[in-house]
């Protein structure tokens, strides 16, 4: 029963170089969370999506991010043209259908980005 | 005023002690309440949903004042694996997790 999946673990980029990071959700979980943690910070929550569906994209920043989940396959969280200020730990979280209240969310072991 | 508040410590405290965190949230209307733990450069993990009535899972005890908006977390009899900094997160009834900036705790041999 494998849990939140996510690759690559570790990613290096230079400056202006795109990063491209993975998120499988459980098994059966149809929502999916990315947060980013910069260093000695708390984790800031940047999208919730549901399958082909952009649900929140507040935390995004406005410019070069992007995130989607298709139909079929991983979603996916893009970033352009990287910035030194853009390492950081990356964390997807997946849940399962909402009910009748709020469902706990679990989290992948990260992908950490460093811009060189 | 941060969303979510916590003493970031560090605590420092004897194997078999017992600790708690606090934690104040700002927003009434919050709707669930967690204590996730992270070890050092890994994933937060869910400790326990804290609950109105509070709530125990062996060692660990957590309780909620809404009146207040505090939430806290009680360690009894600390063992060596309670270190870890430990994050009170906030759901404010739009899905998404507000987290503190997280309360270091090393417990002492």
């Known amino acids: 029963n494998a849990g939140v999946m996510q690759n690559p673990r570790h990613l290096v980029r230079r400056r202006g170089q795109e990063a491209r990071l993975r998120c499988s959700p459980m098994?059966?979980?149809?929502?999916v969370y990315w947060y980013r943690q910069l260093p000695e910070e708390g984790l800031k929550f940047m999208v919730y999506?549901?399958?082909?569906?952009?649900?929140?994209e507040s935390g995004m920043p406005k410019e070069r991010f992007s995130a989607e989940f298709p139909k079929e396959g991983p979603s996916i969280l893009r970033i352009q043209q990287v910035v030194r200020g853009d390492s950081a730990a990356y964390f997807c979280?997946?849940?399962?259908?909402?009910?009748?209240?709020?469902?706990?969310?679990?989290f992948g072991p990260g992908t950490r980005l460093l811009v060189l | 005023r941060k969303e979510v508040e916590q003493d970031p410590g560090p605590f420092n405290v004897p194997e078999g002690a017992t600790v708690a965190f606090n934690c104040t949230y700002s927003?009434?209307?919050?709707?669930?309440f967690f204590w996730y733990r992270q070890d050092c450069r890994k994933e937060p993990k869910l400790l326990m949903s804290v609950y109105s009535s509070g709530n125990e899972d062996g060692r660990f005890t957590a309780q909620l004042n809404r009146a207040s908006q505090y939430i806290s977390l009680l360690i009894r009899d600390s063992k060596l694996s309670d270190s870890a900094t430990y994050l009170c997160?906030?759901?404010?009834?739009?899905?998404?997790?507000?987290f503190g900036t997280g309360t270091r705790l090393t417990i002492i041999p």
């Open positions: 979280a997946s849940s399962p259908t909402m009910r009748d209240g709020i469902e706990t969310q679990y």
């Open positions: 999506l549901q399958k082909e569906n952009i649900i929140d």
């Open positions: 098994k059966g979980h149809s929502h």
């Open positions: 927003n009434s209307a919050s709707q669930s």
């Open positions: 997160v906030v759901n404010f009834g739009n899905e998404k997790l507000t």
